[in-house]
T-cell receptor, first 113, second 111 residues
Framework: DAGVTQSPTHLIKTRGQQVTLRCSPKSGHDTVSWYQQALGQGPQFIFQ???????QRGNFPDRFSGHQFPNYSSELNVNALLLGDSALYLCASSLWEGSYGYTFGSGTRLTVV | KQEVTQIPAALSVPEGENLVLNCSFTDSAIYNLQWFRQDPGKGLTSLLLIQSSQREQTSGRLNASLDKSSGRSTLYIAASQPGDSATYLC??????????FGKGTMLLVSP
């Protein structure tokens, strides 16, 4: 049973560029959430997608956007990258509101130079 | 707004010791609480999930307890091993489709 798969594992981008991160949820899960984790901090909630729509959003600017596809996979897009966007981006999948817990992927390490 | 605090921030123990990691949260209206392990630069591995109606959960050498009324959870690790060295994160699900995390406890178990 495959868990959550994220790609790429590492990424280096230049300030001002755009980036797309991808996530495939655990088999049987229908909800995908994205988190940003800065060094030494706990993950911070970006947004969650269910039935191809954004259901909840954390305190992140509109430069952060996402999408969920009919097969439940998801993308996170970040425009106009800032140095402060450098972080580990984690994808989590779940059923409905996480009543059975969340399963996380291995993350994408984004470095903005 | 839910806030989660983990104490201590770091812990160093010799192999074989039993230890307790603490997590406190400000809003007791939670769905469940999940403990995760994170190795350096890696993703999160779920250790234990405690539903709001439960008092504790056990998995091998790990035992997590939940006291919703006081806003506290503890993760007990028995007979610690060097392979237990990692950062342990507590995450609270208050509904609203989000998890709120503490900053974690960095554990080092020396041989």
């Amino acid at each position: 049973d495959a868990g959550v798969t994220q790609s790429p594992t590492h990424l280096i981008k230049t300030r001002g560029q755009q980036v797309t991160l991808r996530c495939s949820p655990k088999s049987g899960h229908d909800t995908v959430s994205w988190y940003q984790q800065a060094l030494g901090q706990g993950p911070q909630f970006i947004f969650q997608y269910y039935e191809e729509e954004e259901r909840q959003r954390g305190n992140f600017p509109d430069r952060f956007s996402g999408h969920q596809f009919p097969n439940y996979s998801s993308e996170l897009n970040v425009n106009a990258l800032l140095l402060g966007d450098s972080a580990l981006y984690l994808c989590a999948s779940s059923l409905w509101e996480g009543s059975y817990g969340y399963t996380f992927g291995s993350g994408t390490r984004l470095t903005v130079v | 707004k839910q806030e989660v605090t983990q104490i201590p921030a770091a812990l160093s123990v010799p192999e074989g010791e039993n230890l307790v990691l603490n997590c406190s949260f400000t809003d007791s209206a939670i769905y469940n609480l999940q403990w995760f392990r994170q190795d350096p630069g890696k993703g999160l591995t779920s250790l234990l999930l405690i539903q709001s109606s439960q008092r504790e959960q056990t998995s091998g050498r790990l035992n997590a307890s939940l006291d919703k009324s006081s806003g506290r959870s503890t993760l007990y690790i028995a007979a610690s091993q060097p392979g237990d060295s990692a950062t342990y994160l507590c995450a609270v699900n208050s509904g609203y489709s989000t998890l709120t995390f503490g900053k974690g406890t960095m554990l080092l178990v020396s041989p």
